[in-house]
């Protein structure tokens, strides 16, 4: 349906954001289209004082290329965020505490993304 489509990448409005503080994404970091459409909303609705967490698994293949095992689309979002001008902070999944035991996922990483402060005019 052509109208949920556009709801899932359309833009989001100012009143949308209106007390916007935090925003929680978790395994949605994938396909390539929806990264480029989840980094355009993250520099959209972070702005200052709110905080994005994301969380992945990144996602291993084997590579024809290079013939090793390599994460790609994990570490093109890091850079697209980044290119949006926030801040990504990597979050020490160890320091987590744990209250039922399990066993934890090597692959599993959780960033803090935000807006710097900017001090002084815009770049130009």
């Known amino acids: 349906d052509t109208r949920q489509r556009e709801g899932i990448y359309g833009e989001v409005r100012e009143e949308e954001m209106k007390g916007l503080q935090l925003v929680l994404a978790a395994d949605v970091v994938y396909d ?66 744990q209250h039922i035991p399990y066993q934890r996922n090597r692959f599993l990483e959780i960033v803090r993304i935000t807006r710097p402060h900017r001090v002084g005019p815009p770049p130009l």
């Open 32 to 97: 390539p289209r929806l990264t480029d459409a989840l980094a355009h909303l993250l520099d959209r609705v972070v702005t200052t004082g709110v905080v994005a967490i994301v969380s992945a698994e990144k996602r291993v293949y084997f590579s024809e290329n290079t013939l090793k095992q390599e994460v790609y689309e994990w570490p093109r979002f890091i850079d697209l965020v980044k290119l949006g001008g926030l801040k990504v902070e990597t979050v020490n999944v160890a320091s987590l505490p």
